[in-house]
């Protein structure tokens, strides 16, 4: 029988899972779609050109991993810099060295050696009587005392995922780098940086040989793009696929409130988070630090964070106990689907970082063309 479907692989969604999925799929032959219903490629790794300077229209994306392969593979695609992640937290005025190290605990506490610092934060974690965090409060406290935890971390994150720390799982904190030297890299990673004339280059570099059309809802036009192609890799919201069929995943969305402001130098470096509960944005993005720019402006984001309804964009998974009970139950759904494959954030429930969005892509790339 001759298969008359114009397209081997239809991917919904232009950002990095699908761009790096499209890629494979050129490069054995394949003829691919790309669909996304914004009116740009990239998702929300998207770069645009302001005045000069590169600004993550989505907020900050620096690449970071430890994983060769990876990095092998997306630096055929783009040129990174060296930039290096040296976040400031901004409590109430004051400022403090993230990520965790003995800059901060030499402001908070005034000690001087890793012996001191250790013992200053072993005395609050003996105090609280945490021997297995059970929760996120839990194990910021056990990873850098009661001080920290209420100044630098409770009011940010409680900000950034809208819950009560004790509601969140432990897990999440693991990710924050403690260090008791004065290294102020906030990533432990052994390939970072940010692709020089930012992501959308690499990601239309990585979109070459596939069909494109924007502004299209694969959800609103399934009927017909399931028509003209053999197999879907969906990287949208798994819950919606299917009508919310056992009801709402919980997302956060993030809004952006973006300036261009006359002058060269608003806060001197690229991520100042905002740790009080009092303001009412998580982080300030000042974009021209990411890569060197000459204008004599500069470009700021605030950046909010809320609980995402239907209609928002969503931009990670809340995986706590709840969610992940839900969203077993659509992967069940999904195993039963032919011709699909649900990847990235969205598709996977997961909060990967971009290398393991990329190392989720190309594994399934893998799998569907060996």
């Known amino acids: 029988m001759i298969n008359m479907k114009k397209y081997d692989y239809l991917v919904v969604g232009a950002g990095l899972y699908g761009a790096v999925f499209a890629e494979r799929a050129v490069k054995f032959g394949k003829k691919v779609l790309v669909v996304d219903k ?66 901060t605990f030499n402001k908070l506490w005034g000690v001087v050696t890793p012996l001191e610092a250790k013992k200053k934060i072993e005395e609050q974690r003996m105090s609280a009587g945490i021997s297995e965090p059970k929760n996120l409060e839990e194990q910021a406290i056990s990873l850098v005392g009661t001080d920290i935890y209420e100044k630098l971390i409770k009011g940010y994150t409680e900000k ?58 694969y959800l609103l036009n399934r009927k017909e793009l399931d028509g003209i192609s053999d197999r879907v890799i969906y990287t949208g919201q798994i819950d919606e696929y299917f009508d919310y069929k056992f009801g709402y995943l919980d997302y956060r969305s993030v809004r952006f409130e973006t ?64 969610n992940c009970t839900l969203y077993r139950k659509y992967r069940q759904l999904a195993s039963q689907e032919n011709n699909i494959v649900f990847g990235g954030r969205l598709g996977e429930y997961k909060y990967y970082d971009m290398d393991e969005v990329i190392a989720s892509a190309l594994s399934i790339a893998e799998a569907e063309f060996q």
């Open 160 to 217: 950034q995922w809208g819950r009560s720390c004790r509601e969140l799982p432990a897990f999440i904190i693991r990710r924050l780098p403690v260090r008791f030297t004065f290294d102020n890299n906030y990533f432990n990673a052994r390939y970072q940086g940010i692709p020089i004339g930012g992501y959308s280059k690499m990601i239309e570099k990585l979109l070459r040989g596939s069909d494109i059309r924007l502004n299209t809802d």
């Open 259 to 322: 300036e261009i402001l006359d002058t060269d130098n608003f806060q001197g470096n690229a991520v100042v988070n905002y740790t009080d509960s009092e303001t009412p944005w998580t982080r300030i993005i000042e974009h021209k630090w990411f890569e060197p720019s000459d204008s004599p402006k500069t470009v700021i984001s605030r950046e909010y964070s809320f609980e995402w309804h239907p209609g928002d964009e969503p931009y990670y998974p809340v995986n706590d106990e709840k």
């Open 38 to 103: 914004r009116p740009h490629i990239g998702g929300n790794v998207r770069t645009d050109e302001v005045d000069g300077i590169n600004v993550h229209k989505y907020g900050a994306h620096i690449f970071h991993t430890n994983n060769k392969y990876v990095w092998d593979y997306i630096t055929d695609f783009a040129e990174f810099n060296r930039f290096t992640n040296s976040p400031v937290a901004n409590y109430r005025g004051e400022l403090y060295s993230l990520p965790f190290n003995m800059y």
